[in-house]
Nanobody
């Protein structure tokens, strides 16, 4: 069982930066793949980034590639999403999610989800 808690969301101007954090419980957190997703009002939840058991495996949605960086610190049971050059279209609730299997990583088929943190980018 894994519990996830996101933090770091805020209101920021376009061009600004934010770092989101995902704190996880559980002694075996390092075995989980962790993804970040986001959901804007009236839209479906969409994939943003994913990280494997270490920083060696990462993948990003095309819309954030080059601007966002996902990383993890297994000693602290933390996963981060550094977001730079933010755009108004990055606005939404950001969720972290975890799963043990390395499959369907860009879909919402994850086993554990946090409650989300709001990111609002003003123009």
């Amino acid at each position: 069982q894994v519990q996830l808690v996101e933090s770091g969301g805020a209101l920021v101007q376009a061009g600004g930066s934010l770092r989101l954090s995902c704190a996880a419980s559980g002694r075996t957190f390092s075995r989980y793949v962790v993804g970040w997703f986001r959901q804007a009002p009236g839209t479906e939840r969409e994939f943003v980034a994913v990280i494997g058991w270490s920083d060696a495996m990462t993948s990003y949605a095309g819309s954030v590639k080059g601007r966002f960086t996902i990383s993890r610190d297994n000693a602290k049971n933390m996963v981060y999403l550094q977001m730079n050059s933010l755009k108004p279209e990055d606005t939404g609730v950001y969720y972290c999610a975890a799963k043990e299997t390395v499959a369907e990583l860009t879909t919402t088929r994850y086993d554990y989800w946090g409650q989300g943190t709001q990111v609002t980018v003003s123009s």
